[in-house]
């Protein structure tokens, strides 16, 4: 229980720096990415704010044995540059320019009650779920080739 | 056009790095919205319950900021509908394969200097300038 109302705390901190940031509003994020056009660097603040409070934070939080409310932390251990990473963050970063919403800018725009990002989130988890079906209906199958 | 907003965005992004140290701290975990939400979608990993309240926490913080503060969340969609649900389905697939977005890898994965993340950070961020230099300057789209 515990852990569920911590997470949903640091939800609303999530939201609130999403929706402060711009991060939320596609039309910020594609002028950030227009640099052609009409640029608004307002984004490189953003992500440059965001790396260097959570690059600190992690130094100390990673010093310790374990989390707070869990056993253990949860780091991903894939080291490899495999192909998917690499086409799957191309896919990704055309739609992101295509719409304008990345997930975690998507995700607190619905609070804003915009049509647009609910139609953006339908979508994008319409993508996900046909990925994760396509992945384990292949997976097997690549496990008797190898 | 849109307005220049170091500040604010300083801010945001802050705030964006301090729930990533929080949900690392407590959790142990990488504050990933590709990551949390895949845990969410059918099979519905077990663990579900604090990948919820997370999610309906990130929903209802702008909502509430607006009504507590009356602070003008800026938003505008200049895209034609069709190509809304066309960038969802290709940000779906991508962030399913590429194991990550601009949260996961951009911010935690970055933070932690993963490779990997580095090297996706790179490779969506430049996709996206492409993209929108192609859809704007190319072909005189939104």
Do not use: Q
């Not at chain 1, 603040?45 to 989390?67: C, T």
């Not at chain 2, 849109?2 to 990533?20: D, R």
């Not at chain 2, 990993?45 to 003008?72: E, K, N, Q, S």
């Not at chain 2, 938003?75 to 394969?97: E, H, K, M």
């Amino acid at each position: 229980m515990r852990r569920t109302i911590f997470a949903g705390l640091i939800g609303l901190v999530f939201g609130t720096g999403i929706a402060i940031s711009g991060m939320a509003n596609p039309a910020k994020v594609l002028n950030f990415f227009d640099l052609a056009g009409d640029w608004d660097p307002s984004l490189a603040f953003v992500m440059g704010s965001a790396l260097l409070v959570a690059a600190i934070g992690y130094f100390f939080v990673l010093k310790r044995d374990r989390p707070i409310l869990e056993p253990r932390f949860h780091l991903p251990t894939n080291r490899k540059l495999d192909a998917s990473l690499l086409a799957g963050s191309a896919l990704f970063g055309i739609g992101w320019g295509i719409a304008g919403f990345c997930p975690g800018g998507a995700i607190p725009a619905l609070g804003l009650g915009e049509s647009a990002a609910w139609i953006f989130v339908a979508a994008m988890l319409v993508g996900i779920a046909a990925a994760k079906t396509a992945r384990d209906a292949l997976r097997p199958r690549v496990a008797k080739t190898v | 056009m849109t307005e220049f907003t170091p500040l604010v965005s300083l801010l945001g992004g802050a705030l964006i790095g301090l729930a990533s140290v929080l949900l690392m701290a407590f959790h142990g975990r990488i504050a990933g919205m590709t990551g949390i939400l895949t845990g969410l979608l059918p099979p519905i990993a077990p663990d579900w319950a604090w990948r919820a309240a997370f999610l309906g926490g990130a929903i209802i913080a702008p909502a509430l900021m607006v009504l507590l503060t009356g602070y003008d969340v800026g938003f505008a969609s200049p895209v034609p509908t069709p190509w809304v649900i066309i960038g969802g389905l290709i940000v779906g697939v991508g962030v399913f394969f590429g194991s990550g977005c601009t949260s996961g890898h951009g911010v935690c994965g970055m933070a932690r200097l993963s490779p990997r993340s580095i090297a996706a950070t790179a490779v969506f961020m430049g996709a996206s300038f492409v993209t929108v230099y192609v859809v704007r300057h190319v072909l005189g789209g939104f």
